[in-house]
């Protein structure tokens, strides 16, 4: 009789296209895509950076997060019979039929640096680091390439206003990808400029909560040190009361 | 000339919101029941019910671990995937390497830019150890980590009816009592510290109008001490310290992985870095080294989809037993309760429990709420396994996995409507790009492999049994015990970061001097690997997993 496969083979075998290479007898229906120009028959309904490995490629760059947030694989592609470039991440983009892709594998984008300790929280700041704020055309081909769909042009407006909290606010999802300042004509780092104002946004732009610095002497004037004294001599059973005992404050 | 295969296949399957015919009809059974489990939360499970319900947990479940064999921790328990590593042959062999001229020399070497990592570069050079004598490699990209993808929050006791201590507790019942009291000791006593120095970095946590945090639950807490950046709280909290760190100019190498550390008996001096691209070796030469490589959601433990970043291969844990650093808590791995089920794109991605500490209830496919929402994580994931496997209740999606219900749309019911799009727009904006509207549509979650518990032990400094070898973050093991609470990874990654960047100062300002380069534990390590008859194929750390398609590995000629 043949071995009943348990729980965990069950889950195993159903993951296994995410886990390991994709096997082609697995798949029922197909794409083309084309890397760099060359085509490659892939399955359908994978993301672009899926489909790029079962092409066969072994990703050094741009692959990182694979889940959105670290802007690693940023890539532009054109559809065929469409002139549009557009702008992805490849990890969050599906395959399409008739993708002409190439991946951007550094962006060599100015990083100014500076101590926000010493610096005003006013836009002197601002274009003190990045003097071709000023340059903007307002001409929106940031906010077309980015591909988080925010506003970058409007934050850039706000920056040139002084408005940190437009700035910090308008660009918070951004994941540095680098595709707004490799598509502006007036060569601004969008990206870096805001990473700048959110960093004295938030330093400057709330009063720091009472009860974290009342907290923070505490701790720094030993006030717990007897409790945990204590409690690092607890026995197990102890521990166990300790934990049971807990009241779980108010929703 | 080029043919077109055109996707005429795909329109067989008809897709409404996003979901297929069938999972949309569904959805309608959760909707139905939803007026009613608006108010309804299930109880928290008993300690009883708690330990019954891990019977199908994957670190329970029969299978997939086995002893140790060699080194260090022999006889210890650890997935069979981590065990092979730890038994496995290095890169490079003897007499490869010239070691006679170290490529850079430092006083502290920092391997991986997380959290962690980037967070001891910055706290050394504040003790007063000049940047040039710091260097951070990076495997990737510097940020290229799991710290970047957290997105529920951070812990700290910071509020008037909270305290360290009620935090010890929570953090030491969720590991199931097995944490390293010390460290754990740290972890909660430092948080409030934390949280300050990243509002002096300007990082932007959540706030009330008055300036006050917005601080929410977290699975297994019993105070509201979760502070969040929206659903980007780990990209925060790097962006501004990576920020930090670029702008003080402190050196560091991308796409350079550490393959071997370098000893002088004892102790750690240096590193073998090899360039990702090039193929080409250097020697690091360093009075203090610090391990922040992350963990090893990338070895699929048990066959599960990961959260993990591309570089997630337990690197740092594999070269540091190696140099004889002792391990612990090497049994037990994290399974997020709720990853992805569906779409097939983001097949095991991460949705923060945030989701649930704000609302969204765990549904069956009956519509029922079946599990208290907010159970510790290794309680959670097992109780959805149960559901799908056992009772059979879960739904199964084209591809053939199982899911439940998590009820999205209960949050903005629960705190006004928008609140999604406040709270959650990475998650709102991940599944939109696939069709899915969460505000409006549950959404199906499995559990996912998550997190590393175990590790390299520390002392509450990040010191490791290795002399001249410090560990911080993910990679290292004890702070969590068996079971990591929400909250306290961004929280471990820079609370130890820290720890450690303040300690290797201290040690370099003793006026260590800097030991011998030799791979002489590697000769060791070696032998042991022979006696075992460790097949000589295995080799280590992987660096990066392989998701290339089977066929063309089948026809690979390796040419030059």
Redesign the interface.
Known sequence: MKKQKSIMEIIAEANKAVTTGIDEKDIEYWVMIYIMGRAYKVPAGLTIMQAMEYAGYRFIRSAGCRAGFCGACATVFRKIGDYKLQTAMACQTKVEDGMYLVQIPFTPAEKAAYNIGKEPYDVSVLFKYYPELARCLSCNTCTKACPQDLEVMDYVQAAIKGDFTAVAEGSFECIQCGLCAIRCPAEIVQYNMAQLARRMFGRYGSKRPESLSKRVKEVKEGKYEKDFRKLLSATMEEFKKLYADREREKD | M??????E??AELKFIEGYPEYMYELIKVVEQTRAKRKDYTPKAMT?EEREDVLK?H?DY????KRAINIGVNKGDIAPNEVADLLEAYPLIEEGEIDLRKPDYTTDILIIGGGLAGTTAAIWANDQGVPKENILLVNK??H????S??AQGGTQA?????D????H???A??GGH?TNK??VL?TLV??A??I??WL???????D?EE????VEIWGGGT???RMHA??D?T???EL??IR?EF????IPSLE?EPVIELLTDSDRVTGALLWN??TGEYKIVEATATIIATGGFGRL?I????T?N??GATCDGVVIAYRAGARLRDTDTVQYHPTGAAYP???????LTEKLRSMGAQPVNKDGEAFVFPLEPRDVEASAF?REC??RDKGVVTP????GVWLDTPLIDIKNGKGTVDKAF??MK??FA??GIDMAKYPVLVFPTLHYQNGGVETDPWGKTNLEGLWVAGEVSGGVHGKNRLMGNSTLDCIVFGRKAGISTAEYVKSGKKRGKLTLEHMKKYVKLLKEAGIPKERKAPIL?P????????AR?IDVF
Do not use: W
């Open positions: 080029t043919v077109f295969i055109r996707e296949k795909m300690m199908v994957p479940a029969e299978g997939g990737l990209r940020g290229d980590a799991n970047i993808m006791a910071d509020r008037e009816n305290s360290p201590v009620i010890f507790i929570d030491l019942g009592f009291p010390d000791q006593e430092d409030p510290l949280i300050d509002i002096d970095l300007g990082a932007m946590f706030r008055n300036g006050d945090f019993c105070r509201k950046c929206r980007y780990g990209l925060e962006r501004v920020d670029k702008s003080r100019e796409y990702f691209e699929h048990r066959g599960f989809p959260t970043h591309y097939q794109q983001i097949i095991g991605l991460l396994i496997y056992v591809t053939g996995m199982r727009p990475g904006r991940m790009r696939f990066l392989d998701y290339r398609g089977k066929r063309v590995l690979m």
